[in-house]
C-alpha cells in the first residue's frame, strides 16, 4: 500500500480547487486541472484512481523548450492531471511508474476551509429556512 496523497487545496485569486497527488516526501508527481466547487476534484481524484493504473491512458509530451512531461486522461479523454516537467526521459519514466504506484489507494487530505454556503442563498431562502428549523426544534421539545 502506498503513503501518497491526494492534497486538495485552494489557489490564486479566485480560490479555485485544485488536487496535487504527492509521494510520501511531499514531492508532487501530478497536478490536477483547476476547479470551480470541491465536489469536481473528488470526482477527478476518482477517476485518477483508475486512470492512474491504465498505460494507454497516459500520454508523453515532449515541450518545444525541450522539457519532458505527461498527462493522465480520463477514457473520455480529458487531462485529469499532468506532471512536473523534466529534463531527462528516464526522470519521467519515474515519475510516471510513482503515479502508478500511488494513484490507486493514496490517502485524501482536504486542506481547503469550511465554507458556510448559507452566505450564498438568497435571503429569502434563509429566513424560510431558519423559520421550518425553529417550528420542527419547537415541535420535538
Known amino acids: 500500500m502506498s503513503k501518497g496523497m491526494y492534497e ?8 479555485r480547487y485544485v488536487v496535487y497527488l504527492k509521494d510520501e516526501s511531499g514531492n508532487v508527481v501530478l497536478t ?32 518545444d523548450d525541450g522539457g519532458l512531461l505527461f498527462n493522465v486522461r480520463a477514457t473520455d479523454a480529458h487531462v ?9 526521459e528516464e526522470e519521467r519514466m519515474r515519475c510516471a511508474e510513482e503515479v502508478k504506484r500511488l494513484a490507486a489507494d493514496a490517502e485524501v487530505i482536504d486542506r481547503t476551509p ?18 421550518v428549523v425553529a417550528r420542527a426544534v419547537n415541535t420535538t421539545v
Not at 8 to 15: E, H, M, P, R
Not at 36 to 62: Q, V
Not at 114 to 129: G, M, N, S, W, Y
Open 8 to 15: 486538495i487545496v485552494q489557489v490564486g485569486v479566485s480560490q
Open 32 to 63: 490536477s486541472q483547476y476547479r470551480e466547487l470541491k465536489p469536481m476534484c473528488l470526482n477527478e481524484i476518482s477517476w485518477m484512481r483508475n486512470a492512474g493504473l491504465k498505460d494507454s491512458l497516459y500520454e508523453f509530451i515532449d515541450a
Open 80 to 88: 485529469l492531471g499532468t506532471s512536473p516537467v523534466f529534463r531527462s
Open 114 to 131: 469550511e465554507i458556510d454556503l448559507t452566505t450564498r442563498i438568497h435571503d429569502v431562502l434563509q429566513t424560510h429556512a431558519r423559520e
